[in-house]
């Protein structure tokens, strides 16, 4: 740990809350241009956070303190995630706090709170966006724990930082059937668990289709900001855990000075940039899925990633 | 630590027997005036549960470093064969389990009974702490003679306090559906121990322990405790009488069973495969892990299509009592291979979940019997919106509730992660098949958390928010302050065993000192684990849980200083239509349908639909087990058909059994001449 440590463990949190609404704005503005519509601004969502923070929250009658903390756990937990991912650099100290099954822990609890204040209220959306939401969570948050244990198997530990020094420190570039594995499973699991066609879709408000959405349709104001906030910091983090996994290029080892954590920021928004165009991109070409569909979807992520699991046992003995 | 160990060292066994006897003098004071509740319930319990808590202290002590095993030979039993008592860091950690979660019950309990429930409380009193003597009995024996005889008292004791309310037909049949699986499980355990003793007709554990067995009936003597072990805990496919006994029985009682009495199961396991069999060939192990996770996963499953709040518990136990034998399993298929520390994490990852699910599993169950109290419903599809009327039992019930769905920094999700880091270390198990094999075994530990997640969400979704399902659920009231007091302590356990889980595992380390000969690498603080090595994996409960609250509190405090708490209260939006009626919401069938839909196969399903010309259109759905259907009703035809043949020679008339007589002897005489 060098003395930069604090500094850029509390700098990776500020800078993750901070560009997570401009990866939405960029992916936003990539899907435009690909279906030819007039592309928003790429500030649009700081607009939106600004606009619904200055509301007054409507609240529903029967609302209980549990609706009214949800979005605060929400965000909690998602900015403490954005914490242990190496997204800037390997040298986190609070990464030994909390390693990738936390991180999925983490997520799971963000879910169970979100599902459990969509229940609050009582509404017909509300019900049914949390038991949508479930089902799709309990599927994908165990593919997601074994794409990582992909990782794990590959680098004997499930602390991010050392997966990312163990892919640094290999000589030159080895291929590893495993991880191609994985790496499908994860983005399946990435357009699930994020509300992204085919199994959800963000921009929607259609009944029958929405899953996300209906769940937080009771939120208003600065409650629905931070709902929206830790939705896209989410997002933020799947993408920093794919590149932690898949391409952790760039990304500053623990003896890095200020400039090669400058030289990693700019790294890391290339990444983000492509990553977004090409989540853009998956999403204009693929039809949204009927909602029965999705756990033939995610049986298969979770599949592959075991498959993944398997072919690096298998190659290994 | 050491010092009270020190000072404690001779007097533990004798303390902890005291105390055993002053729960059977607490329960026999309760027939003094067996219908005064004042008395029985709000003297006598609390009584109770000061006793529970000497016991966790002494089992506490007993798990201190260089705590010899203390054992003593009782002045009664059989003329020649007097109870011997053995009190060691596997005992004392399962008095711990015992103590703590049952002073939390028992006050509880103080606060729940009251009269015109079926027994009269006196007796209740009497069942209810023979039942909790007789478990820390059975933890205690140190021979076969006192382990059976605490286990059938067991048994029977927890058999009466199943059948409370014994007019109710359906109670009846769950309880003697328990008594018949109590005793199949008893009888295995039985024979079990008469191949233990090797053939020296020594019944006490000292000798069993040194007794050689050859493989074969080693192995005999491991599948007799599986099975009879995991009749009481609720392995499948033996776990048929669980989702009946534990909704029939008084919250208190439920929780005691599925809380304490199953861990019990578990202690006996641990005692018969690691202590006196000195585990075995790698098979057993993998036998128990895959029983294990097959248990998990079928009890998750079942667990979700549940429209019983107490039915869903009960499977919901099954699933954890799962997930405890697959780390068990898992254990004793690393110490096969004499991977101790890889042995000696699995275990601790068994022993904490087992922990843990003492807890949070009592505390769900007292939390339903307070529901219960309050609004006569055990069916979720008439629950609801409890939040606003009984917002304590609703807030403690909710730490549970992330306690059980795994989630950090809560208790659950350290176990998981334990049992998760055991099995990713699985690969380095030196056999070319099982290191493949076993790693899969975290695919179906992962599914099974998940599934537990979803359990949850349905459980305190429908039951404490949405809107009231029914009118008269306006006038529910919250717990009293007895049964507050009792969840609150249960709710503190699992918060503190979340955020000092490298406590816990503490006391677990005595255990796998005894059982094993290792213990797993201490975490730098009480708070901060690292099993295996720090760059391996480490989980530090504080921390995140400081982490966590300080970003809430910074958010909080940020939103409201640069803008506004203002809060407007508006009606719900309700898609356009006049009224949002609580019939709109989803009902418990509805929130499992989806699991119905992918596990199709795990289920037996009966469906009536509604026709198209039907008057008054109904749908009835009834979800099944195919063991029931496939493997009990078909043996308990076959010991009908059986009893019937049998029955013919019975005939009632004198003349016939004359004749038996007369045949009788002349079979006799024909032996003789």
Same mark, same amino acid.
């Not at chain 2, 059986?642 to 045949?663: E, K, N, P, T, V």
């Given at each position: 740990?060098?003395?930069?440590?604090?500094?850029?463990?509390?700098?990776?949190?500020?800078?993750?809350?901070? $560009?997570?609404?401009?990866?939405?704005?960029?992916?936003?503005?990539? /899907?435009?241009?690909?279906?030819?519509?007039?592309?928003?601004?790429?500030?649009?969502?700081?607009?939106?956070?600004?606009?619904?923070? /200055?509301?007054?929250a409507a609240l529903a009658t029967q609302a209980s303190p549990l609706f009214r903390a949800t979005?605060?756990a929400?965000?909690?937990?998602?900015?403490?995630? !954005?914490?242990?991912?190496?997204?800037?650099?390997?040298?986190?100290?609070? @990464? /030994?706090?909390?390693?990738?099954?936390?991180?999925?822990?983490?997520?799971?609890?963000?879910?169970?709170f979100?599902a459990l204040a969509a229940m609050d209220i009582g509404t017909v959306?509300g019900s049914?966006?949390a038991?949508?939401?479930?089902?799709?969570?309990?599927?994908?948050?165990?593919?997601?724990?074994?794409?990582?244990?992909?990782?794990?198997?590959?680098?004997?530990?499930?602390?991010?930082?050392?997966?990312?020094?163990? #892919?640094?420190?290999?000589?030159?570039?080895?291929?590893?059937?495993?991880?191609?594995?994985?790496?499908?499973?994860?983005?399946?699991?990435?357009?699930?668990?994020?509300?992204?066609?085919?199994?959800?879709?963000?921009?929607?408000?259609?009944?029958?289709?929405?899953?996300?959405?209906?769940?937080?349709?009771e939120y208003?104001?600065?409650h629905?900001? =931070?709902?929206?906030? !830790?939705?896209?910091?989410?997002?933020?983090?799947?993408?920093?855990?794919?590149?932690?996994?898949?391409?952790?290029?760039?990304?500053?080892?623990?003896?890095?000075?200020?400039?090669?954590?400058?030289?990693?920021?700019?790294?890391?928004?290339?990444?983000?940039?492509?990553?977004?165009?090409?989540?853009?991109?998956?999403?204009?070409?693929?039809?949204?899925?009927?909602?029965?569909?999705?756990?033939?979807?995610?049986?298969?992520?979770?599949?592959?990633?075991?498959?993944?699991?398997?072919?690096?046992?298998?190659?290994?003995? | 630590?050491?010092?009270?160990?020190?000072?404690?060292?001779?007097?533990?066994?004798?303390?902890?027997?005291?105390?055993? @006897?002053?729960?059977?003098?607490?329960?026999? *004071?309760?027939? %003094?005036?067996?219908?005064?509740?004042?008395?029985?319930?709000?003297? =006598?319990?609390?009584?109770?549960?000061?006793?529970?808590?000497?016991?966790?202290?002494?089992?506490?002590?007993?798990?201190?470093?260089?705590?010899?095993?203390?054992?003593? %030979?009782?002045?009664?039993?059989?003329?020649?064969?007097?109870?011997?008592?053995?009190?060691?860091?596997?005992?004392?950690?399962?008095?711990?389990?015992?103590?703590?979660?049952?002073?939390?019950?028992?006050?509880?309990?103080?606060?729940?009974?009251?009269?015109?429930?079926?027994?009269?409380?006196?007796?209740?009193?009497?069942?209810?702490?023979?039942?909790?003597?007789?478990?820390?009995?059975?933890?205690?024996?140190?021979?076969?003679?006192?382990?059976?005889?605490?286990?059938?008292?067991?048994?029977?004791?927890?058999?009466?306090?199943?059948?409370?309310?014994?007019?109710?037909?359906?109670?009846?049949?769950?309880?003697?559906?328990?008594?018949?699986?109590?005793?199949?499980?008893?009888?295995?355990?039985?024979?079990?121990?008469?191949?233990?003793?090797?053939?020296?007709?020594?019944?006490?554990?000292?000798?069993?322990?040194?007794?050689?067995?050859?493989?074969?009936?080693?192995?005999?003597?491991?599948?007799?405790?599986?099975?009879?072990?995991?009749?009481? @805990?609720? +392995?499948?496919?033996?776990? %048929?009488?669980?989702?009946?006994?534990?909704?029939?029985?008084?919250?208190?009682?439920?929780?005691?069973?599925?809380?304490?009495?199953?861990?019990?199961?578990?202690?006996?396991?641990?005692?018969?495969?690691?202590?006196?069999?000195?585990?075995?060939?790698?098979?057993?192990?993998?036998?128990? +892990?895959?029983?294990?996770?097959?248990?998990?996963?079928?009890?998750?499953?079942?667990?979700?299509?549940?429209?019983?709040m107490?039915?869903?518990?009960?499977?919901?136990?099954?699933?954890?009592?799962?997930?405890?034998?697959?780390?068990?399993?898992?254990?004793?298929?690393?110490?096969?291979?004499?991977?101790?520390?890889? @042995?000696?994490?699995?275990?601790?990852?068994? $022993?904490?979940?087992?922990?843990?699910?003492?807890?949070?599993?009592?505390?769900?169950?007292?939390a339903t019997g307070s529901v219960l109290h309050a609004t006569r419903e055990?069916?979720l599809g008439k629950l609801g919106g409890l939040i606003r009327r009984m917002p304590w039992v609703a807030t403690l019930a909710l730490v549970g509730t992330?306690?059980?769905?795994?989630?950090?920094?809560?208790?659950?999700?350290?176990?998981?992660?334990?049992?998760?880091?055991?099995?990713?270390?699985?690969?380095?198990?030196?056999?070319?098949?099982?290191?493949?094999?076993?790693?899969?075994?975290?695919?179906?530990?992962?599914?099974?958390? !998940?599934?537990?997640?979803?359990?949850?969400v349905k459980f305190y979704g429908v039951i404490f928010l949405g809107q009231p399902r029914e009118p008269s659920l306006m006038q529910a009231h919250d717990a009293g302050?007895?049964e507050r007091?009792?969840l609150?302590?249960?709710?503190?356990?699992?918060?503190?065993?979340?955020?000092?889980?490298?406590?816990?595992?503490?006391?677990?380390?005595?255990?796998?000192? #005894?059982?094993?000969?290792?213990?797993?690498?201490?975490?730098?603080?009480?708070?901060? &684990?690292?099993?295996?090595?720090?760059?391996?994996?480490?989980?530090?409960?504080?921390? +995140?849980?400081?982490?966590?609250?300080?970003?809430?509190?910074?958010?909080?405090?940020?939103?409201?200083?640069?803008?506004?708490?203002?809060v407007r209260r508006v009606p719900p939006w309700n898609?356009?239509?006049?009224e949002l009626t609580p019939r709109m919401q989803d009902?418990a069938?509805?929130?499992?349908?989806? &699991?119905?839909?992918?596990?199709?196969?795990?289920?037996?399903?009966?469906?009536? *639909?509604?026709?198209?010309?039907?008057?008054?259109?109904?749908?009835?759905?009834?979800?099944?087990?195919?063991?029931?259907?496939?493997?009990?009703?078909?043996?308990?035809?076959?010991?009908?058909?059986?009893?019937?043949? =049998?029955?013919?020679?019975?005939?009632?008339?004198?003349?016939?059994?004359?004749?038996?007589?007369?045949?009788?002897?002349?079979?006799?005489?024909?032996?003789?001449?």
């Amino acid at each position: 740990m060098n003395a930069l440590a604090p500094v850029s463990q509390l700098g990776g949190v500020v800078l993750a809350v901070a $560009l997570a609404p401009l990866l939405a704005g960029w992916v936003a503005q990539c /899907r435009a241009w690909l279906q030819s519509r007039s592309a928003p601004s790429l500030l649009l969502p700081y607009r939106t956070l600004r606009k619904l923070f /200055r509301k007054d929250a409507a609240l529903a009658t029967q609302a209980s303190p549990l609706f009214r903390a949800t979005p605060y756990a929400v965000f909690g937990a998602m900015a403490t995630a !954005a914490a242990i991912i190496p997204s800037v650099t390997t040298d986190l100290p609070l @990464a /030994r706090v909390a390693d990738a099954i936390a991180l999925v822990g983490l997520f799971a609890t963000a879910r169970m709170f979100i599902a459990l204040a969509a229940m609050d209220i009582g509404t017909v959306f509300g019900s049914m966006g949390a038991r949508r939401e479930m089902m799709i969570g309990f599927l994908a948050e165990p593919a997601l724990l074994m794409v990582l244990f992909n990782a794990f198997l590959m680098f004997g530990s499930t602390a991010l930082p050392t997966i990312v020094k163990g #892919t640094l420190d290999a000589d030159g570039l080895t291929l590893h059937p495993s991880l191609a594995f994985a790496g499908v499973a994860f983005v399946m699991v990435l357009l699930a668990e994020n509300a992204r066609i085919p199994i959800d879709n963000p921009g929607t408000h259609l009944e029958v289709t929405m899953i996300h959405e209906s769940m937080v349709l009771e939120y208003s104001a600065r409650h629905l900001a =931070l709902i929206e906030w !830790a939705s896209w910091l989410k997002l933020f983090n799947y993408a920093c855990i794919g590149f932690t996994l898949f391409v952790p290029w760039g990304i500053a080892p623990h003896t890095a000075g200020p400039s090669g954590l400058l030289l990693a920021i700019v790294w890391l928004l290339v990444k983000l940039a492509v990553a977004g165009a090409v989540l853009a991109v998956i999403e204009t070409v693929s039809a949204k899925l009927r909602i029965f569909r999705a756990p033939e979807f995610l049986s298969m992520a979770f599949l592959l990633a075991v498959l993944g699991l398997l072919v690096h046992l298998l190659l290994q003995s | 630590m050491h010092g009270v160990s020190a000072l404690t060292a001779t007097t533990t066994l004798t303390a902890l027997l005291g105390l055993v @006897a002053s729960w059977l003098l607490i329960g026999a *004071l309760g027939l %003094v005036q067996s219908n005064r509740i004042g008395w029985v319930a709000r003297t =006598l319990f609390p009584l109770g549960a000061l006793v529970a808590l000497g016991v966790a202290g002494m089992g506490a002590v007993s798990l201190g470093t260089g705590f010899a095993a203390q054992t003593s %030979v009782l002045a009664f039993g059989l003329p020649d064969m007097p109870f011997h008592v053995r009190l060691d860091a596997l005992s004392g950690f399962f008095l711990l389990l015992l103590g703590t979660a049952g002073a939390g019950i028992s006050i509880f309990a103080a606060g729940y009974f009251r009269h015109g429930e079926g027994t009269a409380p006196g007796l209740l009193c009497l069942q209810y702490h023979v039942f909790l003597a007789s478990m820390a009995l059975v933890v205690l024996a140190d021979d076969a003679y006192l382990f059976m005889v605490a286990w059938e008292t067991m048994a029977l004791s927890s058999y009466f306090l199943v059948t409370t309310q014994h007019r109710i037909p359906e109670i009846q049949r769950a309880g003697f559906l328990y008594l018949l699986m109590a005793h199949v499980g008893a009888l295995a355990l039985l024979l079990c121990f008469g191949v233990l003793h090797g053939g020296s007709w020594l019944m006490t554990f000292d000798s069993m322990r040194a007794a050689t067995l050859s493989p074969a009936w080693a192995a005999a003597a491991f599948l007799l405790a599986l099975f009879g072990f995991g009749a009481k @805990a609720g +392995l499948v496919p033996l776990h %048929v009488w669980l989702p009946e006994a534990h909704p029939a029985a008084p919250s208190p009682v439920s929780a005691m069973m599925s809380g304490l009495m199953l861990k019990v199961a578990v202690y006996g396991m641990l005692r018969i495969s690691f202590d006196l069999l000195h585990a075995g060939p790698w098979w057993w192990g993998m036998l128990t +892990l895959t029983v294990g996770l097959v248990t998990a996963l079928f009890g998750a499953v079942f667990a979700a299509v549940q429209t019983d709040m107490k039915r869903l518990l009960a499977y919901s136990s099954i699933e954890n009592i799962g997930l405890i034998f697959a780390a068990l399993g898992l254990a004793l298929l690393c110490y096969a291979f004499d991977m101790r520390l890889l @042995a000696a994490l699995a275990l601790a990852a068994a $022993l904490l979940h087992a922990l843990n699910h003492a807890l949070f599993k009592s505390l769900l169950f007292l939390a339903t019997g307070s529901v219960l109290h309050a609004t006569r419903e055990r069916s979720l599809g008439k629950l609801g919106g409890l939040i606003r009327r009984m917002p304590w039992v609703a807030t403690l019930a909710l730490v549970g509730t992330l306690s059980l769905a795994g989630l950090p920094p809560l208790n659950g999700f350290v176990s998981e992660w334990l049992l998760l880091q055991a099995f990713l270390s699985t690969p380095s198990i030196p056999h070319a098949f099982i290191n493949m094999i076993v790693p899969l075994g975290a695919a179906v530990v992962a599914l099974t958390a !998940a599934l537990a997640g979803y359990v949850m969400v349905k459980f305190y979704g429908v039951i404490f928010l949405g809107q009231p399902r029914e009118p008269s659920l306006m006038q529910a009231h919250d717990a009293g302050w007895l049964e507050r007091v009792g969840l609150a302590w249960l709710a503190l356990g699992c918060i503190l065993i979340g955020v000092f889980p490298q406590a816990a595992l503490d006391a677990i380390a005595g255990v796998t000192q #005894t059982l094993l000969g290792t213990v797993i690498q201490r975490g730098p603080a009480p708070w901060w &684990i690292a099993p295996v090595a720090q760059a391996q994996a480490s989980y530090n409960g504080l921390w +995140l849980l400081l982490g966590m609250a300080g970003v809430i509190a910074m958010m909080f405090v940020l939103v409201r200083r640069m803008y506004h708490g203002r809060v407007r209260r508006v009606p719900p939006w309700n898609c356009g239509y006049p009224e949002l009626t609580p019939r709109m919401q989803d009902t418990a069938e509805g929130f499992g349908q989806p &699991i119905r839909h992918m596990f199709g196969p795990f289920f037996r399903i009966e469906r009536e *639909l509604p026709a198209a010309d039907d008057q008054f259109p109904h749908y009835r759905i009834q979800i099944d087990d195919h063991f029931w259907h496939g493997l009990y009703l078909p043996l308990a035809r076959i010991v009908g058909w059986l009893a019937d043949a =049998l029955s013919m020679l019975q005939r009632g008339r004198l003349a016939i059994y004359l004749m038996y007589s007369f045949l009788t002897l002349i079979v006799l005489l024909v032996f003789v001449l």
